[in-house]
């Protein structure tokens, strides 16, 4: 399994970032995707999943309504889409493969599972 996040940066509260990331060594359109962010000091916290297919999204309760992870599967390719951000959005932040066909929700997968990491930094 390997992934890698691209897009990262820092914003003025209120502005917007899209991470991407390239999975390959795994059947990317057969596995749901999940994004985790880790904040300074904090643990790992799941944000948000989608099907296989994409069709059905999940998000935490902190970026509902705010970030919209989708999927190219022609691509291999995972994406959140970040609007609306916060200083409290600031983390690496960390697409993972839950190795499995279902739904997923809550659920952070393994570390093993995660790319490398992308910054993303809110701040005036």
């Known amino acids: 399994v390997q992934l890698v996040e691209s897009g990262g940066g820092m914003v003025q509260p209120g502005g917007s970032l899209r991470l991407s990331c390239a999975a390959s060594?795994?059947?990317?359109?057969?596995?749901?995707m999940s994004w985790v962010h880790q904040a300074p000091g904090k643990g790992p916290e799941w944000v948000s999943s989608?099907?296989?297919?994409?069709?059905?999204?999940f998000y935490a309760a902190s970026v509902k309504g705010r970030f919209t992870v989708s999927r190219d599967n022609a691509k291999n390719t995972l994406y959140l889409q970040m609007n609306s951000l916060k200083p409290e959005d600031t983390a690496l932040y960390y697409c993972?493969?839950?190795?499995?066909?279902?739904?997923?929700?809550?659920?952070?997968?393994?570390?093993?599972?995660w790319g490398q990491g992308a910054q993303v930094t809110v701040s005036s």
């Open positions: 993972a493969s839950p190795m499995t066909t279902y739904n997923v929700e809550n659920y952070i997968p393994p570390r093993n599972l």
């Open positions: 060594g795994f059947p990317f359109s057969s596995y749901a």
């Open positions: 989608i099907n296989t297919g994409g069709s059905r999204t």
